[in-house]
């Protein structure tokens, strides 16, 4: 069956960094789009970058662009979140998704 897991996320300081990991299993992940979405306390859920099956083209959300980076490595069917410079409002649970299918999500946490 279709699995995104995540990993990555923790308890990070303004200024900091975290890469997120999402594997991918049960689809063809080197024919899909694949995105990373964010949902804060009380807020909904959404888009903060996406990219397409050649990673060649990339969408950000205006709140994260310069900051974050979307990868992917089709042979390892894994999709990256490399997230610097960190912000306290980047807190939230992160997760992946592909098609209609979502991960279980992962917590990051930026405070002092």
């Known amino acids: 069956q279709v699995q995104l897991v995540e990993s990555g996320g923790g308890l990070v300081q303004p200024g900091g960094s975290l890469r997120l990991s999402c594997a991918a299993s049960g689809f063809a992940f080197m024919r899909s789009t694949m995105s990373w979405y964010r949902q804060a306390p009380g807020k909904e859920r959404e888009l903060v970058a996406l990219i397409v099956i050649d990673g060649g083209s990339l969408r950000y959300a205006d709140s994260v662009k310069g900051r974050f980076t979307i990868s992917r490595d089709n042979a390892k069917r894994t999709v990256y979140l490399q997230m610097n410079s960190l912000k306290p409002e980047d807190t939230a649970v992160y997760y992946c998704?592909?098609?209609?299918?979502w991960g279980q999500g992962t917590q990051v946490t930026v405070s002092s």
């Open positions: 998704k592909s098609g209609q299918f």
